[in-house]
Each structure stands twice: as C-alpha cells, then as structure tokens.
C-alpha cells in the first residue's frame, strides 16, 4: 500500500508541475516554457468549428488572460467562421474580449457569419479581407433551425443587449448588426445597402468600409493580410500566433472523457480490492485517475493539488475503514463523500466557477455544475455495471480465476484447491470476523471472506452459514 501511494503522489507531481498554485500553462508539461506575449502581437485564429467547441472558448479565454496579464501590444482575431453557439460567443465578448485593456482588432480573412460577426463587433477595429463578407447573425436553435416565435423573442432581446452596450463602448453602428441579427425590421444606410423585413444584411468588403455618415459602416479598412493591417495601423511588433501545446490538445481530449476515465478508475479499484496481492486494479486505478486530474487541470478546470489530495484522503479514510475499522463505515462514508466532491470539482470550468465568486453575470451554480455533476453521474452508473459484470464473469475467465481465489489463513493448499469449485462453500458454517452491517468479514475453514448477511445487523463472533454465492458475493445467515 505503501508503494501504491507513493506512485500516486509521484504522478499527481509530474502531471500538475511544482507549483500548487499555479495556472495551468505554468505546469511542468512544457507549458510553462512557452513563450510571453509581452509587446508581442497576437493573432488568435478562429476557424469553422472553433465557435461550437468548447473547449476552443477555454483556450480563447486562457489565450486573453495571458495577452492581459503579460502585457501584448495587440491582439487580432482572425476570422474565417460559419457561425456557432451565440450565448457562449456574447460570454466571450463580455467576459474577455470588451474588457481588455491591449488594442483589439478583427481580420475577417474570408468570412465572419452569425457568431463570428459578434466577435468582430467586440473588437476595437475590424478589417475586413478582399473578398470577405460578415453578418447573417440571426438566433437559430441547435438543429439550425427557426425558433419558436417566443423563445426567438426571449433570445433576441437578450442578445441584442449585449451586442449593443458591446458595440456602443466600441463605437459601431449598432444598426449594423441589428439588420445582420433581426429578420422583422427594414433598414437603409443611405444610398449604400438597404435591408427588407425578410432579409439579413450580409456586407461584403466594399459595403462593410463604405462611409456612411461620416464614417464607415462597420470596417476601418480592407487589408489583404496581417502585415498589411498592422502597416495600416503603424504598428510594428513581432507577430505571433496563439496555438494550443501538443499536452492541452491531449489534456482537452482527455478532460472531456471523464466519466469514462472514473468508470475506469473506480472498476479497477474495486478489482484490486477483490483480488488479494494482485496489484494490475490499484496500477489501472491510479493510471486512470491521474490522467483524470491531469486532463482536467490542463484543460482550465479547479482540478489541482487540493481536489487530489482530498481525493487521496477519501481513498486513505476508507481504506482505513476496511482494514482497521471493519463494520463502522463512518470513515468510509466520509472518504466517499470526499472522493466523489473532489472528482466534481475537479471538472468544474474555472471560468465559469470564477465568474460566479464574481457575481458579475448572472452565473448560476446549476450551469457550472449541470456538466461536471453528469459525467460523474455516467461514470458511477458505469461503474456500478462494471461491478456486477466482473462479480458475476471474472472469477470464471482464465488467467484472473487464479486471483479470485480466498486468501487462507493457514495457507493450506489443500482448501485453495477446493475453492476452483465456488459452490463447494455453500453450506459451510463459520463466524463472523467483524460486525456486518449487514457486510462485513466472517472466517470460514481458515479462510477469511468478504460476506454480506441476510440479517441486518450481526455482531462479530455470531455463528454463520453460507447459503449461496454467485461469483465474487457470498450470502450468509445466522446460525442459532
């Protein structure tokens, strides 16, 4: 046990880097080595399925907060999107984008659409390519298609808000967008483009810089690069482009299977917990759990040192409980309950938990927790089905028959033996090793058994008989 532990305190180290307290592209995975923005230009790339994934939003978040905190002389989005998940998009804009303090500019290279015109509109300056176009930016439900006339209301109105506080900070033409978002209403901007009460407005390059009373449209410019629009603007510093590190593409991947990686932890656990000096379930468990914690961490979740050590503790309370508290369960309740908030919260988005401390929009407790508390909702049902199938199968399969087998306090061979044959244990009378509420421990022959009785409460030293056992669950009852 001791080895075990210290393999898991070696794993959670290289995984999650030296500092507890660090961010995650501060760990000991090569992000810590990546390298400062700071009076650098950088370019985040949005393509055509950044804006439905949202794992692309947390590295676009992580992305802004180190342009902040390390002082970038400019950040430029740059935009060649169909669109994707608008309420996730106007969190970006409110949350990250609007409220940094660097220049920001949008480079539509070649198409902005739906969402992707609500990240221009954040920006301080949007250029547009030759031959690019923006707008389109009507609410459509999940399936793409039109919504219900009350709930487009609800989301319209909402999103309308937004974008116009955004876009009136920004100074653009609010009306702009509302024609681009909202079929019902007809718009003209003077001779240049008018809108009908069934149509959109989608610019063009040419349309999108046109001047319209006294200034354009919506773009500044049209620039047929990056190089080009930082000449525009007089800038020059080196330009470099945001891309994720090759550990959070894996950590990404691995974070959103963590119901699968728990379902895994936990059914390994369990394995070894049934298989006396066998040693693959606690190295599986271990494996399973530290990609867990790892994947979450670098992925920007609350998983950490703390949400593993808890989780260490739970696993220590209820080993404790089996071997040296046999039949109290009070520390074994105690480390599920810290095993199971620690998995939790260790899939929490720390965006979203920090924007609930803050209280700054609206952020409710089920949103940050709907997902997390889902995954881990998977995981233990899976778990609990992986339970029953190795009761029921392992013992029987070859190569792992030989570690389902009792281990004898006498080591007599002879009973090892008998015990290839589970049913020769029917019938055989015993007494209980622990108090079983109703499981416990009883000895049996020299042999001692994980046994669960039909009796809720039996005391230890109760005489017992086994009445019936299918795969890894002995039966037991009170003999008088």
């Known amino acids: ?24 592209h501060h760990n000991a995975l090569g992000k810590s080595t990546e390298a400062s923005y700071q009076d650098k230009v950088v370019v985040i790339q949005v393509g055509e399925k950044d804006l439905i994934n949202q794992q692309a939003f947390k590295f676009f978040r992580r992305t802004l907060e180190r342009v902040e905190e390390e002082k970038a002389r400019a950040v430029i989005f740059e935009l060649d999107t169909p669109g994707g998940i608008a309420f ?54 999940g ?35 509302e024609a681009m978002m909202i079929l019902s209403k007809e718009i003209e901007f003077g001779d240049i483009i008018s809108v009908g009460e069934s149509e959109l407005l989608n610019l ?39 891309e994720m590190t090759g550990f959070e593409k894996f950590a990404y991947w691995i974070g959103a299977a963590g119901g699968l990686l728990i379902l895994i932890g936990l059914g390994a656990g369990y394995l070894e917990m049934k298989t006396p000096g066998f040693g693959l379930g606690a190295l599986v468990a271990i494996i399973a759990f530290s990609l867990f914690f790892f994947g979450n961490y670098v992925a920007g979740n609350l998983a950490g040192y703390e949400t593993a050590a808890i989780f260490l503790v739970g696993v220590v309370f209820i080993l404790l409980d ?32 920090d924007d609930w401390q803050a209280d700054a929009f609206g952020v409710g407790l089920w949103n940050i927790f709907a997902g997390p508390a889902t995954a881990l909702s998977l995981g233990l049902i899976g778990s609990i089905a992986l339970f029953a199938i190795a009761m029921r199968y392992l013992p029987r399969l070859p190569f792992f028959d030989r570690y389902f087998l009792p281990t004898l306090a006498d080591g007599d061979t002879t009973a090892l ?34 046994v669960t009785c039909e009796s809720s409460f039996v005391p230890v030293g109760t005489a017992l008989q086994i009445v019936s056992e299918e795969g890894m669950k002995v039966v037991v009852k009170v003999v008088s």
């Open 1 to 24: 046990m001791k080895k075990l532990l210290s393999l898991w305190l070696l794993l959670t180290t290289l995984v999650m880097g030296a500092d507890p307290e660090s961010k995650p």
């Open 88 to 141: 996730a998009t106007t969190d970006l804009m409110m949350k990250n984008i609007s409220q940094l303090s660097v220049p920001t500019y949008a480079f539509v290279n070649i198409e902005a659409t739906s969402a992707g015109a609500f990240v221009a509109v954040a920006t301080d300056t949007i250029y547009m390519a030759p031959l690019s176009t923006i707008g389109s930016a009507a609410v459509i439900n």
């Open 143 to 177: 399936t793409g298609q039109k919504m219900e006339e009350t709930m487009r209301a609800k989301a319209e109105g909402h999103l309308t808000s937004v974008v116009r506080n955004i876009m009136d900070d920004k100074g653009h033409n609010y009306e702009v967008m």
């Open 204 to 242: 063009t390059a040419v349309e999108a810089t046109t001047e319209f009373e006294g200034r354009p449209l919506l773009a500044k410019g049209i620039a047929s690069s990056i190089e080009e629009l930082l000449e525009k603007e007089g800038i020059e510093a080196e330009v470099v482009v945001a």
């Open 322 to 353: 089996i071997f040296l508290f046999p039949g109290t369960f009070v520390m074994g309740i105690v480390g599920i309950f810290m095993i199971l908030g620690s998995l939790l919260f260790s899939m929490v988005d720390r965006f979203a938990w």
């Open 417 to 450: 033996e008998e015990e290839a044959n589970p049913s020769s244990r029917v019938g055989w009378t015993g007494e209980a090793k622990t108090d079983l509420r109703p499981a416990g421990k009883a000895l049996f022959q020299g042999q001692e058994i994980d």
